[in-house]
């Protein structure tokens, strides 16, 4: 209410809406997802945010015990790690940790925050998408639109092994090239505003 202007953070260049004040804009990343040297390691990394999600993610490791897993947490009274067995563990939510195992991962799975799946797009990492609220629902279909990544209704990997199969359409370098024009997109908003 009273803004001059609405910056609204887009996963791909759009059309502005200056009658309703909004101007699309580029992702705003951490520098350091810009320095990463993305390879493909040989485990897939994960995100999740409450304790129905664990149960899936557990039961889909019982049945595949031989695929490796990393997936960070928000469980405040869980350690820092937790190594449930040779193949699956768990990480507290840590930044600059969460971004070492997304450089190096096969694939990721994730609810669908905006920040981490274009940092996964950033990293052309594979991604399937479990909204668990209508912010992330809208984000997980508007990734999917761009084809970065394949909805689900479970942390069923299986799916993303199998979207890790198909031949992407996704492009990383356009996706790359629009984050790197953040800085300058920003600075042009804010300064028309000062200007006028």
Request: hydrophobic share 40%.
């Amino acid at each position: 209410i009273g803004a001059s202007k609405i910056l609204a953070l887009s996963f791909y260049p759009m059309k502005h809406y200056p009658n309703e004040r909004i101007v699309v804009v580029p992702p705003l990343l951490r520098p350091e997802v810009m320095e990463l040297k993305p390879t493909k390691g040989d485990y897939i990394l994960g995100y999740m945010l409450n304790q129905g999600y664990e149960d899936e993610v557990r039961e889909w490791h019982n049945k595949h015990p031989e695929v490796k897993l990393h997936f960070f947490w928000d469980k405040k009274d869980a350690p820092k790690t937790l190594v449930v067995d040779d193949t699956f563990t768990l990480h507290r939510i840590d930044d600059d940790l969460f971004l070492k195992y997304m450089a190096d991962c096969q694939g990721y799975i994730t609810t669908a925050g905006f920040e981490s799946v274009c940092e996964a797009f950033y990293s052309n990492k594979p991604v399937m998408m479990i909204p668990a609220h209508i912010e992330q629902e809208i984000n997980a279909a508007d990734a999917a639109s761009i084809e970065g990544g394949i909805i689900g209704d479970r942390f069923d990997l299986s799916k993303l092994f199998e979207y890790m199969k198909e031949e992407r359409t996704f492009s990383e370098k356009e996706f790359q090239e629009w984050v790197r024009s953040a800085e300058s997109a920003f600075i042009e908003q804010l300064t028309s505003l000062v200007e006028s």
